[in-house]
Nanobody, 123 residues
Framework: QVQLVESGGGLVQAGGSLRLSCVTS????????VGWFRQVPGKERDFLAA????????DYADSVKGRFTAFSDNAKNTVYLQMDALKPEDTAVYHC????????????????WGQGTQVTVSS
């Protein structure tokens, strides 16, 4: 069993910042990659970022490069997504996911998902 729990969402004004957390458990070989996605009603989940502990590699979607940063604390089995310069268009439910190989950007490539945390950015 692999479980992920997100937290840190909330309501912020445009231009503000939030830091999301993803606490993981049940790690296995091949589960070293954690991805971040977001979803709005009626749309598919969109890839935002991924992080691989070995080599400290990160991968970002063009839409969030320069604003969002993924990092990890392996001692706490936790991955973070620091979100700066937030815009109303960033309003969505944010999920972390695991169970994919490095380079994966499609939701179907990830086997395990957290429950999601709501981020709302007001204008």
């Amino acid at each position: 069993q692999v479980q992920l729990v997100e937290s840190g969402g909330g309501l912020v004004q445009a231009g503000g910042s939030l830091r999301l957390s993803c606490v993981t458990s049940g790690r296995t070989f091949g589960s070293a990659v954690v991805g971040w996605f977001r979803q709005v009603p009626g749309k598919e989940r969109d890839f935002l970022a991924a992080i691989r502990g070995i080599g400290s590699n990160t991968d970002y979607a063009d839409s969030v490069k320069g604003r969002f940063t993924a990092f990890s604390d392996n001692a706490k089995n936790t991955v973070y997504l620091q979100m700066d310069a937030l815009k109303p268009e960033d309003t969505a439910v944010y999920h972390c996911a695991a169970g994919a190989v490095w380079g994966s950007r499609l939701p179907t490539q990830y086997a395990f998902w957290g429950q999601g945390t709501q981020v709302t950015v007001s204008s």
